[in-house]
């Protein structure tokens, strides 16, 4: 434990924003996210109704609400009841919601009555919702009415209201008026008569029809159709698939802005839910689809860590090596004036052999960076390490007659050999954890130097390596810092466990190397300069690593 003081995570390593740099993470703050609301009857089995909504909204990338109009005691084997509440409290439902938040889309479910339906004709001319999609639920897959008879009459007066409406087979010619279709050309042509008659758009859905194929079509009242064509999925798992598509269409139109492209999407997601149905254990009817089934195989279902926990973390992680540094006699003989020259500009040789080889992998960040805003940061750190701190090494190294490009030490070798070793590898996660230490541990001690950290000496101008101290202690280096240290932290926070371990353990090796660097014998004072503080056995950098890692 070093017995000097030390600040408390510094603010110029937190990482509590996406870097300023381009990333998915950013790209996802920036895209404003739809609220969706579902106007629709409950289903506690969680297949159909609002509960099928809110997960598909939420699988389709919006913000799901739900005013509920009735609710049903039902399973996947069928509906066993029905109770439509006071039509008062639906209004109250919707006014609230209205008042408060903006609703970017509408999907209208089961309405259940007559009443039922005028309440939310009412409420639509009222509000105005930009997006409507109405899917006419009549008849539930199992058989079973889930509309009045009054009430379809109203639903046929609902219709100009939606923008879409979405019937299968039987409720399409329930509103048309004629037998249910037994064929595709049938319905298609019921469709474009429900779209001319209404001018409405029509999506015509063929789950229901006979064979190997699931057509679906999206018809404009003046005839423009776009097809939709898939094989039929072999499963029992179809409960809700209705109320699923609808409200995935209604998402994804609210994110599109365009019809057939919302009912592409929508058709896709669901089609990858209906296969994997019979993952799911729910029932032993007509099972529900599984609404996360790609979200969770792509994203999986833990949370993984912020990027700001993980610089925290892995900074954390450092503690015993930045320890060990504060208490290294180079550090404070560096601090208190009272380092020997020689010991000084051996050090300083060291670094600028280091410092070349360290620009070689700043711009290979550069070269395997994702976005052009990284690729522009590395590639800055690559000139800047050259042109300024290389050449400031090379004026002082001049100015006292000592050789500005001594042989690498066995010290100097063994980070850069990590460091090339690094982009050898070529993942860009790992190069960048293995460059980040030195730009962290630099500025740390710099800022604590310059705060008195160590003793007032290392503030005075008369300090006799007072440019020296006064360079690591410069906000352009702590701005770098703290863009490099986002950029690490975004990059691991993306990665698979896998490359973030791989990233973590480069990070951590780089630190003891940094450690070991400090820590090496220097000058003719080398003995002098380089012993522990507390004890005599430390001149080899391994063993300085073993002790801070211990
Ligand atoms: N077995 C299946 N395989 C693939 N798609 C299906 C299957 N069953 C239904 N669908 C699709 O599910 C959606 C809902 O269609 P449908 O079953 O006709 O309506 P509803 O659920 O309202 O009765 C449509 O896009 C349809 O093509
Ligand atoms: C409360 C509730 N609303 C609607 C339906 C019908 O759902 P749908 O998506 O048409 O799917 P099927 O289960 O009928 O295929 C429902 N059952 N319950």
Not at 4 to 27: C, F, K, M
Not at 164 to 176: F, S, Y
Not at 304 to 309: G, I, R
Not at 424 to 446: H, I, K, N, S, T
């Amino acid at each position: 434990m070093s017995a000097l003081p030390r600040l408390e995570r510094p603010g110029y390593l937190r990482v509590d924003e996406p870097a300023a740099t381009g990333s998915v993470a950013a790209d996802r703050i920036r895209r404003r996210i739809p609220n969706i609301l579902s106007i629709a009857g409950s289903d506690p089995s969680g297949g159909a109704g609002i509960q099928a909504d809110l997960k598909s909204i939420a699988a389709n990338g919006g913000y799901g609400m739900a005013a509920i109009t009735a609710l049903t005691a039902q399973n996947t084997r069928g509906v066993r009841a029905v109770h439509v509440p006071p039509v008062a409290f639906l209004t109250e439902q919707l006014d609230a919601i209205a008042d408060d938040a903006r609703v970017d889309a509408v999907k209208l479910g089961m309405l259940g009555s007559a009443e039922v339906v005028a309440a939310v004709g009412d409420w639509l001319v009222g509000t105005r919702p930009a997006v409507v999609v109405l899917d006419p639920v009549m008849i539930a897959t199992s058989g079973d009415r889930l509309l009045d008879a009054d009430a379809e009459r109203a639903l046929r007066d609902l219709l100009p209201l939606a923008d879409l409406v979405t019937p299968n087979l039987a409720e399409l010619a329930v509103l048309v008026g004629e037998p249910v279709a037994d064929d595709w050309a049938a319905a298609l042509a019921q469709g474009r008569a429900l779209a001319a008659a209404t001018g409405v758009r029509v999506l015509v859905k063929g789950g229901h029809l006979a064979g190997p194929e699931t057509p679906d079509a999206l018809v404009e009242a003046d005839d423009t159709t776009v097809g939709f064509d898939g094989a039929r999925i072999a499963t029992t798992n179809t409960h809700g698939t209705g109320c699923s598509l609808s409200s995935a269409i209604a998402t994804r139109r609210a994110v599109t802005g365009d019809w057939s492209v919302a009912v592409g999407e929508a058709r896709a997601w669901l089609r990858e839910s209906i296969a994997a149905g019979s993952e799911l254990e729910v029932g032993g009817g007509n099972g529900p689809i599984h609404h996360f089934a790609g979200v969770w195989a792509r994203g999986g279902t833990t949370t993984p860590p912020t990027p700001a926990d993980l610089a925290a973390e892995w900074w954390e992680e450092t503690a015993g090596i930045r320890s060990a540094i504060d208490d290294l006699p180079f550090v404070r003989r560096l601090a208190d004036g009272s380092l020997p020259r020689d010991a000084f500009l051996d050090y300083l040789g060291q670094d600028a052999v280091y410092l070349r080889d360290y620009a070689r992998v700043l711009a290979a960040a550069s070269r395997l960076a994702p976005d052009a805003d990284a690729q522009r940061f590395w590639a800055g750190s690559a000139a800047g390490a050259l042109a300024e701190e290389l050449a400031s090494h090379e004026r002082l190294l001049a100015g006292a007659a000592a050789t500005a490009h001594p042989e690498p030490d066995a010290t100097t070798t063994a980070y850069l050999d990590h460091l090339l070793a690094a982009v050898a590898r070529g993942e860009y996660g790992v190069v960048v954890a293995a460059l980040l230490p030195c730009f962290q541990l630099y500025v740390d001690l710099g800022m604590r130097l310059a705060a008195g950290g160590f003793g007032a000496a290392a503030r005075r101008p008369e300090h006799p390596y007072a440019p020296w101290l006064a360079s690591y202690a410069d906000p352009g280096f702590a701005e770098s810092t703290r863009i490099a240290t986002g950029i690490l932290a975004t990059t691991a926070a993306a990665a698979t466990p896998a490359l973030r371990e791989r990233m973590r353990r480069a990070y951590r090796v780089s630190a003891e190397h940094e450690l070991a660097f400090f820590g090496a014998p220097r000058g003719g004072s080398a003995a002098e300069a380089a012993a522990p503080h507390d004890a005599d056995g430390a001149r080899n950098p391994a063993t300085v690593v073993a002790t801070a890692t211990a």
